[in-house]
């Protein structure tokens, strides 16, 4: 009979691609408001952001940028947040890597920690998905106070982290 010596050693592994939430992510480029694509003017930008359905970001996860070499004045992302307020589930400033990075932190910092409680885990490395390195610090900052160790990699191979 094959014995599955990681089911009994009691390690706990966390794949953070399991801890992105389910749900659409969209970037929004101020780009496409600017006039000739650098020049924000707030009339038209009000005009544009009143007559654009919303309802496509409907529980989604959006990421709003700039891509042109224009300058965005800072309220301009106030507006645009507040428009996609009332159907996004998340709005940030940046790019789709920092969104997945912004929904990590959310779904990580929500972990109880007491479930980890002087456990032995480890964090998954390699996966389907990249996962941003910022991830990895947040997870190790949530479960280092209460796990009896923490590492990364995989089962027959892992990295020590920290150990109590």
Known sequence: M????????????IDLVDLIPSGSQYLVDLKDFMHEGIILREKDFR??????????????FVAVTNS?????PLWAYMLISSALQPFASLVIRGN??????AL?????EALNSADYQNKRVIIKGCGKET????AYITITQKLQPVVKSLMFGEACSTVPVFKA
Do not use: C, F, M
């Open 96 to 101: 789709i890597a920092h969104l997945k990075g």
């Open 131 to 134: 996962i941003p390195e910022s």
């Open 47 to 60: 005009t544009q952001l009143k007559n654009k359905d919303w309802s496509e970001y409907q529980d989604g």
């Open 68 to 72: 042109s070499e224009g300058i965005v």
């Open 2 to 13: 094959i014995e599955n010596k990681v089911e009994k050693s009691g390690l706990i592994t």
């Open 104 to 108: 990590l932190r959310r779904s990580i």
